[in-house]
C-alpha cells in the first residue's frame, strides 16, 4: 500500500488563537545608515505584495519569550544596519518612472502579543490553518496610515512557554534563497556570533542589457496594458470564490515510485540515456501536480495547460550571481501541453517537458526575460504555479533558543499557486498544500492517488 496520505477531512482547527497584542512599536537600525535609493531589477519590481510565514518554535528553558522577544528585537536592529533596505520604503523615482526602495531608516514593525492557547492546541502545525494569520502582522498602515515598512514581525508567546515568530516582508526584499540566509543572519546576529552569510545589495547585477534585446517569444509571460508604476504585481490575483484547502503528502517511498515510473517508462524506450528527463524529485512531483491540475478542471481535449514553477537563476548566469545575492534571482520556468497529450501520454514525457521547461533557463533565455521585462508591462502567466519551499531551509536554521519545530506561509486564498513544503515530522517526504473550488478538488484528489498506483 502506498505511504500516500491526504487529508480527506479538515482536521480539527482552531479558529482563533485568541491573540492579544501587548506592544506595536518601530524598530531602527542599531547603528546610523547612508540614506540612499536602491535600484531594483524587473524581477524585484514585479513581485510587489507581501511574503508572511510563521516560525514554530518549542519551550526552552533558557529562553522563555520575554528573553527571546528582547534578542529579537535587538537582533531585527542590528539586521537593519546590513539590510539597510529593510528598514526602508517603496518610493516611484520621479526621473526613471521605475520602483525603487528609498533606504530612509525609517524602521522595521515590532509586535508582541500572546494566545491563550499552548502549542500543542492549536492542531496540525502543517495544515494551512487560516487563523495563523492572527500571528503575522501586515505591513499595510503598520502603526500609521499610508506607512507601508517593507517588514515586519511579530513574536507570540503561547501558554506552554513555547512560541511563534512571523514575519512578513515585502517580495521586492528577498526571494526564498535570500530570505533563508536573511534567517541565517538573524540567528547569528542574535547568538552575537559573525555574520553566516554576507550579503550582495547589488541588484544592477540584474539590469536589464542597454539597449534590452529580447532574442525569445516568452510564451509564459503575458503583457498587460498601462498600469500605474509600482502596480505590475497581478501575478494570481486573489480568488473570490470558495475554495477547499487540502495537504496530500507524499512520503520518500512515493516520491521514489514515481521515479521509477518515470525510469521504466525510459528504459522501454530504449534506455534512459534516449531520454532528456532528469528524473528528481522536484520535476516527478511537479509532473504528478501538472497532470492532476491539468485534468481536474474542464473537460476540453484541446484546451492547452501550462504550468509554472520558479528556477534560481544565481549559478546560471554568465559570469554567476554571487550565491549570497539579496535580491529575487529567480525566473518562472514553464511546461505546456494539450490536455490531451497530458491526459493520455506517458508519464515520462511530462517528466521530460519540465525538465526541458528547467534547462531552457539559460544565461541567455534569463537575460531575454529580464529584457522582456524592461520592454514589457507584464508578468509570468500560466494555469498553475508551483512554489517550492521544500528544500529551502527555513526550519534549519539554528537560533540561540534552537531550531524551529516548524515554518508554514499563511494561507492565502489563491487557486493557482499550488506549495510544496518540508512535511511537519521532518522526513524525506514533501507536503502539498492545494487550495481549489470544490468539485476541482474532489477531482484533483481522486486523480492525485489513482495516478500513484496506476500509469
Request: proline fraction near 6%; include cysteine.
Amino acid at each position: 500500500m502506498s505511504g500516500t496520505s491526504c487529508h480527506d477531512a479538515t482536521p480539527p482547527l482552531l479558529q482563533d488563537l485568541k491573540v492579544t497584542i501587548h506592544k506595536s512599536s518601530m524598530v531602527f537600525p542599531s547603528k546610523e545608515i547612508e540614506r540612499k535609493s536602491l535600484f531594483l531589477s524587473n524581477i524585484d519590481k514585479v513581485l510587489n505584495f507581501d511574503v508572511e510565514t510563521v516560525h514554530f518554535f518549542g519551550a526552552h528553558k533558557d529562553f522563555p519569550p520575554d528573553v527571546v522577544t528582547q534578542r529579537f528585537k535587538d537582533a531585527l536592529e542590528d539586521a537593519l544596519v546590513v539590510y539597510d533596505f529593510l528598514g526602508g520604503r517603496l518610493k516611484i523615482n520621479s526621473h526613471t518612472n521605475r520602483l525603487e526602495m528609498d533606504c530612509n531608516a525609517e524602521g522595521a514593525g515590532f509586535v508582541v502579543a500572546s494566545s491563550d492557547y499552548r502549542l500543542d492546541q492549536i492542531g496540525e502545525l502543517d495544515y494551512p490553518n487560516p487563523s495563523f494569520a492572527q500571528l503575522v502582522h501586515k505591513n499595510k498602515d503598520f502603526l500609521k496610515q499610508a506607512d507601508d515598512p517593507l517588514c515586519v514581525a511579530q513574536v507570540t508567546s503561547f501558554k506552554c512557554g513555547g512560541f511563534a515568530i512571523g514575519i512578513s516582508t515585502s517580495h521586492t526584499t528577498f526571494d526564498g534563497i535570500s530570505f533563508k540566509t536573511f534567517l541565517d543572519n538573524i540567528a547569528s546576529i542574535a547568538a552575537k556570533t559573525p555574520l553566516a552569510v554576507t550579503p550582495c545589495h547589488d541588484r544592477h547585477l540584474l539590469a536589464a542589457q542597454s539597449p534590452p534585446r529580447v532574442r525569445f517569444s516568452h510564451p509564459e509571460m503575458l503583457k498587460i496594458g498601462d498600469l500605474p508604476p509600482g502596480l505590475e504585481s497581478c501575478i494570481f490575483e486573489v480568488s473570490s470564490e470558495q475554495l477547499d484547502f487540502k495537504v496530500f503528502k507524499l512520503s520518500s517511498n512515493d516520491i521514489t515510485k514515481l521515479k521509477e515510473k518515470a525510469k521504466a517508462k525510459a528504459s522501454v524506450n530504449g534506455g534512459t540515456c534516449c531520454s532528456s528527463a532528469r528524473v528528481t524529485g522536484f520535476n516527478v512531483i511537479t509532473a504528478h501536480i501538472w497532470r492532476c491540475k491539468a485534468l481536474s478542471g474542464d473537460d476540453d481535449p484541446n484546451r492547452s495547460s501550462t504550468i509554472l514553477y520558479a528556477v534560481d537563476i544565481r549559478s546560471r548566469l554568465n559570469p554567476p550571481l554571487p550565491k549570497s545575492y539579496a535580491g529575487n534571482a529567480v525566473l518562472t520556468a514553464y511546461a505546456t501541453a494539450k490536455c490531451k497529450e497530458i491526459k493520455e501520454g506517458p508519464f515520462l514525457r511530462l517528466v521530460e517537458m519540465v525538465t526541458e521547461g528547467a534547462n531552457r533557463m539559460t544565461n541567455e533565455y534569463a537575460k531575454s526575460i529580464i529584457d522582456w521585462g524592461e520592454v514589457n508591462k507584464g508578468f509570468p502567466n500560466g494555469e498553475v504555479l508551483v512554489s517550492s519551499w521544500w528544500r529551502l531551509g527555513f526550519e534549519e536554521v539554528e537560533y540561540p533558543w534552537g531550531k524551529p519545530k516548524y515554518c508554514c506561509p499563511v494561507v492565502y486564498q489563491r487557486k493557482d499557486i499550488i506549495l510544496l513544503f518540508p512535511p511537519s515530522d521532518g522526513g524525506d517526504g514533501v507536503s502539498i498544500i492545494v487550495a481549489l473550488p470544490p468539485k476541482e478538488m474532489e477531482k484533483f484528489h481522486a486523480l492525485f492517488n489513482k495516478f500513484l498506483i496506476l500509469d
